[in-house]
């Protein structure tokens, strides 16, 4: 296996990038009731059920290390090494776009949990409008071929038309792109911007002079003129998204409610 992009930048992840509870929400919501859960591009474990057995799959040693628990397979998503049907539900957290093969690697998720996929990801021409770091600071990041994965490609392969918005909480603890749209000054500090690997992989004398112009920008006011709008709101949908699939509600699942399985039925006959 090559060396993972993130042995190189996820030192520090889990100390930046913890599970925030409002986003868990929407991501719990619809693993409830399943009891076997893989988790795909996995890192250091945030957002697993804490109830329930999860098998983690990710191909970093560095993020397999920050870990609390266990069991993990050391692989990537376009290649599981995982019997078909193995799960009741397979989870992907923002990690579809580092993927060199995405829509093989969603084809490996319904593989191995064909009654439900949940993936998290982004409407990209959405988020590009709305996340003022990018359009306005290091629009380079868009220009990244892992942002030309968004939610129409990932909910093509998984035949979902259950798309969720997950907006972002104004304190959100979980420091991924946009996590700091109500607190600017957080993207000057670097061990911030390393844990957001957009960051990560650009040239770091241009992250340089973008930051020189936020830090201008919020010392004169401008930032605050620009964005004043953001200020008065405590969350805001800057196009990330949660694609709900699967081809059968909970059918062995004794905890889910009927209600539930009728819900899913439904979504999946579209
Ligand atoms: C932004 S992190 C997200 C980690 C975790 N899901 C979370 O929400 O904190 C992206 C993860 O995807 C992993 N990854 C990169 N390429 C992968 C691949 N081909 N298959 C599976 N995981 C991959 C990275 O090593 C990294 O841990």
């Known amino acids: 296996m090559e060396a993972p992009v ?6 520090g ?6 599970p925030d509870p409002r986003i868990a929400a929407h991501i719990e919501a619809p693993l409830a009731g399943a009891r076997r859960i893989v988790n795909v591009g996995a890192g250091a474990g945030s957002y697993e059920p804490a109830d329930r057995p999860v098998v983690a799959v990710e191909p970093s040693r560095t993020m397999i290390r920050q870990r609390e628990r266990g069991p993990v397979v050391q692989a990537v998503a376009e290649r599981l090494p995982l019997r078909d049907a193995a799960f009741d539900a397979a989870l992907a957290v923002l990690t579809v776009h580092h993927w060199s093969d995405p829509e093989g690697g969603l084809a490996e998720l319904r593989r191995v ?3 439900r996929q949940v993936v998290l990801t982004w409407d990209a021409p959405v988020f590009h409008r709305r996340c003022w770091i990018l359009r306005d600071y290091v ?17 093509g ?17 979980d420091g991924f792109l946009a996590a700091y749209w109500r607190r600017p000054t957080a993207y000057l500090d670097p061990s911030v911007r390393g844990a957001i690997s957009g960051f990560a992989k650009l ?10 112009r936020l830090a201008a920008d919020l010392d004169s006011g401008a930032w605050e003129r620009r964005n004043r709008e953001l200020l008065e709101v405590d969350e805001f949908d800057f196009g990330y998204r949660l694609v709900v699939a699967g081809e059968s509600p909970w ?6 409610s009927a209600d539930d399985a009728r819900d899913s039925a439904k979504r999946n006959r579209g």
């Open 6 to 11: 993130y042995d190189a930048i996820g030192r």
């Open 13 to 18: 992840y889990a100390r930046h990038r913890m």
């Open 113 to 115: 949990a064909p009654a």
């Open 139 to 155: 629009p380079e990041i868009a220009e990244q071929a892992s942002e030309s994965v968004d939610v129409s490609l990932v909910a």
């Open 157 to 173: 392969a998984l035949g979902s038309d259950d798309v969720r918005p997950v907006p972002v909480p104004h304190d959100c603890r």
């Open 203 to 212: 040239d770091p004398e241009r992250v340089e002079r973008a930051m020189a």
């Open 251 to 256: 059918e062995a699942d004794p905890r889910g």
